[in-house]
């Protein structure tokens, strides 16, 4: 039985939350709280293959320390907004 719509939201908001440092839990919790729902299924697909990568690596895309993958750069970019606006509010 295919995954449904919402589930697929629930379980990569939950897998946002449960990281392997503090840093991203805080930082991917909020832009999935934000954006998952409204995104489409290529988007969701991005972003589930973007969960399986390493969080020091996501850490140092996140924070432009390291350039990210080519695939991942327009989703980076979109979090390190979220991050930026979150700072100005």
């Known amino acids: 039985m295919p995954e449904t719509?919402?589930?697929?939201?629930?379980?990569?908001?939950?897998?946002?939350?449960?990281?392997g440092i503090k840093e991203m839990d805080l930082i991917l919790s909020a832009f999935a709280q934000a954006n998952l729902a409204s995104m489409d299924d290529a988007g969701?697909?991005?972003?589930?293959?973007?969960?399986?990568?390493?969080?020091h690596d996501l850490y140092q895309w996140v924070t432009g320390q390291?350039?990210?993958?080519?695939?991942?750069?327009?989703?980076?970019?979109?979090?390190?907004?979220?991050i930026s606006t979150a700072r100005t509010v």
């Open 66 to 82: 390291v350039d990210p993958p080519t695939d991942y750069a327009g989703l980076i970019n979109r979090i390190k907004a979220q």
């Open 5 to 19: 719509a919402e589930h697929r939201v629930k379980r990569l908001a939950m897998r946002s939350m449960r990281r």
């Open 44 to 55: 969701l697909t991005l972003y589930d293959r973007m969960l399986n990568e390493n969080d």
